[in-house]
């Protein structure tokens, strides 16, 4: 028994030293091969550092810019107080509208102060490395695209019909303080325009709301007004209307205003006019939107057919609007249908798409809204126009996320500039 065991031990110590034989073999070959690679592998990882450094914005050889918009894009309200958000008190009469002027961080913009430090258009000269010298932004607060259109295109106005023609010169009249100030603020945009269009390696556009917002104020105030004129006593009826909207105004009851001028219009005998002209307007200006657009873009190629044109597009800016702290009521939610028409069509629909870049900005940063219970307290302490103009904007947040949209675009970054039709709001 012994004899075997002993047989049997030996047995397996020959074949344990055996294997230890082959794998020591093996670790040889396999640290010889292991060798090689990790040679090789350093070689292929030096390589490889040395040549994918990340494209950045400088990269891009961009050295003109030029931006047109309006309020949304000049950093409107970004820097306002609380003391400047409760004293805000915009004047909308018959004659135009007039904002605050003499407040630098509330006033309307001009050419020695065409932005606000912070604004997206600045973000974005600053990132692609440029100076005040490379770069210029048109935009200023109430502009619509007719008269973006203008300052890019002069001899556009011969073109436009009367109605359009009385907006848009109420707009360059009544938002830049005097008729005066308005028609040299534009003379001097346009001739910017004509010396920097050619020129510009990127031109980018954020424009539209105002067409829906302010033309049908402007086409309302001139039906009523028309309707009274030569007649002493319903003119003082419109005058009545006109003292108590902008007295609703400075509380910032707006439905309030809108009221006092539909009631002044059923005495009158102007409701009906009063009412198509506010539905007929507002297709007048999804439609007005469409056409300039299509016609900056053509125009801009025909000067520069190599410049990169980006299209900011709109976002819903009563979103969080709501009466209380409960997502499920934001009452301000519903009017995304207004930006998402817009936007469908600047992404999806315009026939010169493949022309520009299209950067979706539906998620943008605004201000948090005040909920509307805590209105009539606020509405104690100073006009709530203020903060409506406030929050309806982009925050700081807001236009530093613009910007990095724009910027992802321009590299070719995925998920800044698509749209899904199906996700409209």
Known sequence: ???????????????????????????????????????????????????????????????????????????????????????????????????????????THNNKNPYTKGSYPSLLAEALGLDSKHWYSFAREGLCTNDIHRIIDPGYYNYMDDQAKRNSDTAFSTLFGTAEQGQEEYNGMVKKAA?????????????GPNDIIFSPIFDMMYVLKNAVSGNSLYSG?????????????????????????????????ALPELLATASLSIV???????????????????????????????????????????DFYRIGRNMGFATSIMNVYWNNTCPLRDQYLFVDIRNVDLPTWPYMMDWPGMLMNGGFMGYF??????????????????????LGKPGTNTLPVTSLL
């Open 1 to 107: 028994m012994y004899e075997i065991r002993k047989g049997r031990k030996e047995m397996t110590n020959t074949k344990n030293r055996r294997f230890v034989a082959l794998l020591l073999t093996l670790v040889m070959m396999v640290l010889s091969c292991s060798v090689s690679l990790f040679a090789f592998a350093e070689d292929e990882v030096e390589a490889t550092t040395t040549v994918t450094a990340e494209k950045t914005l400088k990269d891009l050889g961009i050295k003109y810019y030029v931006h047109f918009g309006d309020s949304m894009s000049t950093g409107y309200m970004m820097n306002a107080t609380q003391e400047d958000l409760q004293s805000f008190n915009p004047s909308i009469s018959l004659d135009g509208m007039q904002f605050p002027t003499d407040n630098p961080r509330t006033a």
């Open 195 to 207: 010396k920097l269009l050619p020129k510009a390696d990127l031109v980018t556009f954020g424009m």
């Open 237 to 269: 009826v419109v005058q009545q209307a006109e003292d108590l909207a902008n007295a609703y105004l400075a509380q910032g009851n707006a439905a309030g205003a809108y009221n006092a001028y539909f009631d002044a219009a059923k005495i009158v005998g």
């Open 284 to 326: 007048r200006g999804y439609m007005a939107i469409q056409q300039n657009w299509e016609a900056c873009v053509n125009y801009v190629r025909s000067v520069n057919p190599n410049c990169t044109i980006v299209c900011v597009g709109g976002y819903n800016a009563t979103r969080d609007l709501q009466f209380m702290s409960m």
């Open 389 to 410: 103009m406030y929050c309806s904007h982009p925050s700081k947040l807001g236009h530093q996320q613009i910007a990095n949209a724009i910027g992802d675009a321009l």
